[in-house]
């Protein structure tokens, strides 16, 4: 009876550890697409500037700059962009590249 038991619990575990594990496997690999749209990109570091035209320059690990216009939820996010600006805080941008190669962010975190 014990044996059973302890049996059972274990396949239970192991069952609720694979579930987690393929969900959370499923959640990275989609995640992105799922929220951004399939042709958006990622760069991450920490916006330096917020113009008056909407656009951001973000400073990469390495030491680029990269220049971005605002779109979308990214307009939204003034507010949230500039607190970034005045912490240092590290940044996500998730842009779009146009035809013309103009980075257009449409999320930034």
Same mark, same amino acid.
């Given at each position: /009876?014990?044996?059973?038991? &302890?049996?059972?619990?274990?396949?239970?575990?192991?069952?609720?550890?694979? !579930?987690?594990? +393929? @969900?959370?496997?499923?959640?990275?690999?989609?995640? =992105? =697409?799922? =929220?951004?749209? $399939? %042709?958006?990109?990622?760069?991450? +570091?920490?916006?330096? &500037?917020?113009?008056?035209?909407?656009?951001?320059?973000? !400073?990469?690990?390495? +030491?680029?700059?990269?220049?971005? $216009? @605002?779109?979308? $939820? @990214?307009?939204? #996010?003034?507010?949230?962009?500039? $607190?970034?600006?005045? #912490?240092?805080?590290?940044?996500?941008?998730?842009?779009? #590249?146009?035809?013309? %190669? /103009?980075?257009?962010?449409?999320?930034?975190?």
């Amino acid at each position: /009876m014990f044996f059973s038991r &302890t049996n059972a619990f274990f396949l239970a575990f192991i069952c609720i550890l694979l !579930l987690s594990w +393929g @969900c959370i496997t499923l959640v990275q690999t989609i995640g =992105t =697409t799922v =929220t951004h749209g $399939r %042709n958006v990109l990622h760069d991450d +570091g920490v916006v330096v &500037t917020l113009d008056q035209n909407q656009d951001l320059v973000l !400073l990469k690990a390495d +030491g680029a700059r990269v220049q971005f $216009r @605002c779109a979308g $939820r @990214c307009l939204v #996010e003034r507010d949230h962009i500039v $607190r970034h600006i005045r #912490e240092h805080a590290h940044t996500d941008v998730y842009y779009v #590249e146009t035809p013309d %190669n /103009m980075l257009v962010a449409t999320d930034v975190d």
